[in-house]
């Protein structure tokens, strides 16, 4: 929820308006949270921890009920990703702090999707991505652009939302790999297995 805290102190006087709206922010964040804990806890079952299995249905039930994002369902192949990449404890599984990581992640990533996707199409064009990515400081060549336009486009060319969301966490998830090897030549070296290991369980 947006607060304009000067439009407000100049109609009313404080500190009646700032202190319920404060309050009012606290509480409807604490219910999104306890929301989000609830859904975690009844798909994540015994163990406390969703496999990609159990990923996939969480995400999917939330993007049901998104008018904008209903037909977008994450493929179970995007869900073993997304806990590969978040699985901090490589127990195979997102325990929930680490849920919660991706979460952040994801929503992160949703607010950019529909904010760049300019012409509301729902999906967002070659053009559209760049815009994104390099707004967000990613420098990219326009090859390296290409191939993950390549890989992420459906046959029109238009990149859904739940493929931006793959590519999108995989970009940043490389980014990050790439800086925990950095020299001060702004080059990263890898071991073979380093270098295997990174790029397989992603
Ligand atoms: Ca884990
Ligand atoms: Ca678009």
Redesign the pocket.
């Given at each position: 929820m947006a607060y304009d805290h000067e439009a407000s102190c100049s109609k009313v006087q404080l500190p009646y308006t700032v202190q319920p709206v404060s309050i009012d922010v606290r509480v409807h964040a604490e219910e999104r949270k306890n929301r989000l804990y609830i859904a975690f806890k009844r798909i994540a079952g015994e163990d406390n921890?969703v496999d990609p299995w159990e990923l996939q249905e969480l995400l999917n039930t939330v993007v049901k009920r998104d008018p904008e994002l209903w037909d977008n369902q994450f493929s179970l192949d995007a869900c073993k990703s997304m806990v590969a990449m978040t699985?901090?404890?490589?127990?195979?599984?997102?325990?929930y702090e680490?849920f919660v990581e991706l979460w952040k992640s994801i929503m992160a990533w949703t607010k950019i999707f529909k904010q760049y996707d300019r012409d509301n199409s729902g999906t967002f064009s070659a053009n559209e991505l760049h815009l994104a990515f390099s707004t967000l400081g990613y420098k990219l060549s326009g090859t390296t652009f290409k191939a993950m336009v390549l890989r992420y486009a459906d046959k029109d060319s238009q990149i859904k939302y739940n493929s931006f969301i793959a590519g999108a966490t995989k970009l940043r998830h490389m980014y990050e790999i790439f800086y925990k090897h950095v020299g001060k030549d702004k080059k990263a070296t890898f071991g073979f297995d380093d270098y295997i290991r990174a790029t397989m369980y992603s």
């Open positions: 921890e699985d901090a404890d490589r127990s195979g599984k997102l325990g680490e």
